[in-house]
């Protein structure tokens, strides 16, 4: 289902640019999560949001900034992009409890 | 945040009953646990969650002893399609606790 969209899905940049991942959600989900996944390995956390305004750092925050003016949307901002920064990004929201419904991800590659 | 445990890999052939178990010893009162499946390429899916004893639906069952420190996701009859990687998180309803993700366990099925 196409509620959570990430964009843009592919992106490629090089090293010390500062590149801005959107995420737009349709439900209305108060909380809105971004996981990175790098090759082979498992999801982590970097920021969530409970709320608009509200924002909290996970377990990977450094060199990643967002915000949450609207409910609807998360951008994550990577202010000076590294080559260790590469990876796949995924969105993902829920209204409460642990159904968490994802994006089909952003591929960043930093060269 | 309860962490959880589980096999890095596991392979099954196809018709088979597969069995994946996480440790989560230090799991809250309130928590649930709630397990996610993986394809690649893509983000992950809820599959089934549960607070005690045994919940099944129309994709997998899982079984939570008493104690609640351990759980099992059992998939009936895998096919091929079953390949993916399977994860075990434990948090509370509330939505507070910010979910996070292990390596999950990778299951191959063979033909």
């Known amino acids: 289902d196409a509620g959570i969209t990430q964009s843009p899905r592919y992106k490629i940049t090089e090293t010390g640019r500062q590149v801005t991942l959107m995420c737009h959600q349709t439900?209305?989900?108060?909380?809105m999560f971004w996981y990175r996944q790098d090759l082979g390995h498992g999801l982590r956390l970097i920021y969530y949001?409970?709320?608009?305004?509200?924002?909290d750092k996970g377990e990977v925050p450094d060199g990643y900034v967002v915000s949450r003016s609207k409910t609807e949307n998360f951008p994550l901002t990577l202010e000076s992009a590294t080559r260790s920064q590469t990876s796949v990004y995924f969105c993902?929201?829920?209204?409460?409890?642990?159904?968490?419904?994802f994006g089909e991800g952003s591929w960043l590659t930093v060269v | 945040l309860a962490k959880t445990t589980q096999p890095i890999s596991m392979d099954s052939y196809e018709g088979q009953e597969v069995n994946i178990t996480c440790s989560h010893n230090?799991?809250?009162?309130?928590?649930?646990i709630t397990w996610y499946q993986q394809f690649p390429s893509q983000g992950p899916r809820f599959i089934i969650q549960?607070?005690?004893t045994k919940v099944t639906n129309e994709v997998a069952s899982l079984f939570i002893p008493a104690d609640r420190k351990s759980s099992t996701l059992s998939l009936p009859r895998v096919s091929l399609s079953d390949t993916a990687v399977y994860y075990c998180?434990?948090?509370?309803?509330?939505?507070?606790?910010?979910?996070?993700f292990g390596k999950g366990t990778r299951l191959s099925v063979i033909a």
């Open positions: 998180l434990v948090g509370d309803m509330s939505g507070n606790t910010p979910l996070v």
């Open positions: 549960g607070y005690k």
């Open positions: 439900w209305s989900h108060s909380y």
């Open positions: 949001s409970a709320a608009a305004d509200i924002t």
């Open positions: 230090n799991i809250a009162t309130n928590d649930y």
């Open positions: 993902a929201s829920k209204i409460s409890g642990n159904t968490i419904y």
